[in-house]
Structures are given as structure tokens and as C-alpha cells.
């Protein structure tokens, strides 16, 4: 009996199967119409807002035992493979490869978008705005290490917008070519990914010699040619560098995430859940920041991250980069940005984008203050590099 059952489901999942495949291609058709009419309309192919908000309606009852993270994962593939019968983006980021940026590209693009590495975020900025990439994936902060200052110097500088934004779980692993711990004498990593795992490092390799390099992936290939050397960096490094995982999850604080900004030269349309990022700069005289802060305190805006980078053109001028819940689009936001701009000497929009989900397993919660949202704008493949006989 238990036989036939098992022969049955099988011929049941079998069908399901060739009706997924059947309709996966009928979406993909429906994308390429799509894509035919948005040439005819001169809009461009990829539209984030869009797909925060297909993202969104994917997170209610109907997914079965399924938790959201992984329908999530599924639909980006399939969402990208669609999207490149159209035209796959082209996108610039940090890299190396196996790099968390690059994971952070992937998470966002699939892995049928084009994915280009560049070796610096300044390059990433570069090419995006001479059109080389449609659009750039950078880090911007980490929740326990802070800001990265060359992200905010770049948003500052450039006319580039933010246009979506990424979350990604940090989990770093000890990587060698050794296959025992106390083997150990060297740790190579970008200076972040030491910091993250100084706690574990001061534990467990208490001798080792601690060594910053330009990426993560540069420590693993580094580590893949050394002895006694190890690298601190993601799973994937592993395989791409053929190396034992000699300790996971190393991090010192187990909710360790990462935001990347997805930046693009164009405006993304509200999704009723959104987040806007701006910079401006004060006068130099009492209460000048009180009266910005009351500003969005007295219009309803809940700001989500506030923090000064020194100007690059005065000495002792500081820069506060602001992000806060909401769009530009919204009444509030727009009556509050007015506000701002009567306080401060210089104002730059950073743009208004799909606000990240917090929690991979858990649905996107609409927020509520966004309720008056109105349309206002218009508008990888990765080569693994073989293991080499050692």
C-alpha cells in the first residue's frame, strides 16, 4: 500500500512539475511583451519598485509550508531569468567574487542578471554613471561595525540614487588549506570581517597574527597558496578556493547583518513601503540641528538612521546623512523635506526606495505611516576556479 501511495504522489509532483514549467514560459512571454512595450514607452526594463511590490503579495497564506525566505529565493530566479529574456541588467559591484557583496547582487538580480566586479566602490559609482552598468551594489553599513565611509563620501559626491536597498545575514567561517585549527599562526581578512570575529579570534587563536586584506575572497586565495594561514569569509569561498571550513558561524554577535544600496541613475515609484535617504549640512549656530530633527519630528517622520561624515571640501564641516521611513511621493515627506531645506544650508535627496525586509523569514509588513503614498515619478555569471592538485 505504502508502494502505491508513494507511486502516486510521485506521478501527482510530476504533474505539477510540467504545469509549473508550462506556466513559468507563459510568464516569460508576458515579460518579453512587457519589455516590447516598455521600449515602445522608452521606460526602462527594470522596474524594482515592481518587483518589491510582486515580492510583497508572494507573502500571504496561499505559500503553503514554505517560510517566505525561501519563496522569496525562488521567485528571484525566476523573476531574473524572465527579466534577461528582456534584457538582463548589467550590474557593477564590490567585488571579488564569493564576496558578501556579490551574494548581496545576487540576492537582488539572480544569477541571470550580468554581474560585473570592480575593485573598488569608487569604480562601482564610476561605471554606473558613465552607463557602463545600469546599476551598482555597494555596502553601506554593518550592524555592528557601523557605516562604510567611502559608500557615503561616493552618495555624496555623485548625482547617482539610491533605488533599492539589501539586508544580508553575515556568517563568517575560518577557512585553510590546513585541516586543524592548531595549525593556525596567520588570519587574513578585510578589516570588517576581523572586526566582526575579533571576539571568537581572541578565544580560539590567540597567537595567530592578524592580517587585513582588500576583500575577503583576496584572503581566501591568499590562504588557498599558504600554509598555516587561514581566512576569515562566507561558505562560498570555500568551494570557489577549494578549502577546508574549519570553524563556522564566528561572528561575535549572532545578528550580524550587512545593508547594501542598490544606486541607479533614475527614481523608483512608492510601494507603500519605502525608505527615503538624504544629507544635508548646517549652520554653524546653536539648535541648528534641534530644529532640522523637529522638523521631521513635528510632520510624523520616524527616522531610522541618523550619522556625520567630515565634508570633503571644508575642514571641520560635517555632513549628516539621514535615512527615514516613507517616500518622496507622500505629503508628509515632501511637507517635512520643505521644513528641512528652510534649517540647513545644503539639502540632497538620496533617493526613495523599497524599503529591505527585516528578518528573511518573516513577510514584509506594510508600514502604516505610509498609508498616504501617491505616484509622483514617472518614469554573474560566476567562473569557479578549479582546485589545483596541492
Known sequence: MCEENLARLRREIDLIDAELVRLIGRRAAAAVEIGRE??????????????????????????????????????????????AVQKPPRVAYLGPEATFTHLAAEKQFGRAGELVSCDSIAEVFKSVHERQADFGVVP?????????????????RTDLRICGEILLDISHCILSRETDLNAISRVLS?????????????????????????????????????????????????????????????????MNQTRFAVVGRGHTEATGRDKTSVLFVTPHRPGALYHVLAAFAETG????????????????????????????????????????EECVQKMKILGSYPAA??????????????????????QRVSHLIPCQHR
Open 38 to 83: 516598455k521600449q515602445c514607452d522608452g521606460l526602462p526594463i527594470l522596474d524594482l519598485a515592481r518587483e518589491a511590490a510582486v515580492m510583497e503579495t508572494l507573502a500571504g497564506p496561499d505559500r503553503g509550508p514554505l517560510p517566505y525566505s525561501a519563496i522569496r529565493g525562488i521567485f528571484t530566479e525566476i523573476i531574473s531569468a524572465c527579466r
Open 140 to 156: 553601506v553599513e554593518n550592524s555592528t561595525e557601523g557605516s562604510v565611509g567611502a559608500t557615503l563620501d561616493e552618495l555624496a
Open 190 to 254: 578585510h578589516p570588517q570581517a576581523l572586526a566582526q570575529c575579533s571576539g571568537w579570534l581572541r578565544r580560539h587563536l590567540p597567537a595567530a597574527t592578524l592580517i587585513q586584506t582588500p576583500s575577503t575572497a583576496a584572503a581566501a586565495l591568499q590562504a588557498a597558496d599558504e600554509e598555516h594561514t587561514a581566512a576569515v569569509g562566507n561558505e562560498m569561498l570555500a568551494e570557489l578556493y577549494c578549502l577546508a571550513i574549519l570553524a563556522r558561524g564566528i561572528q561575535d554577535q549572532s
Open 301 to 340: 517622520i520616524n527616522l531610522t538612521r541618523i550619522e556625520s561624515r567630515p565634508s570633503r571640501g571644508t575642514p571641520w564641516e560635517y555632513v549628516f546623512f539621514v535615512d527615514f521611513e516613507g517616500h518622496l511621493s507622500q505629503p508628509s515627506v515632501a511637507s517635512a523635506i520643505e521644513r528641512v
Open 357 to 378: 525586509i527585516i528578518g528573511a523569514d518573516s513577510p514584509p509588513i506594510r508600514n502604516p505611516a505610509c498609508k498616504d503614498t501617491e505616484p509622483l515619478f514617472q
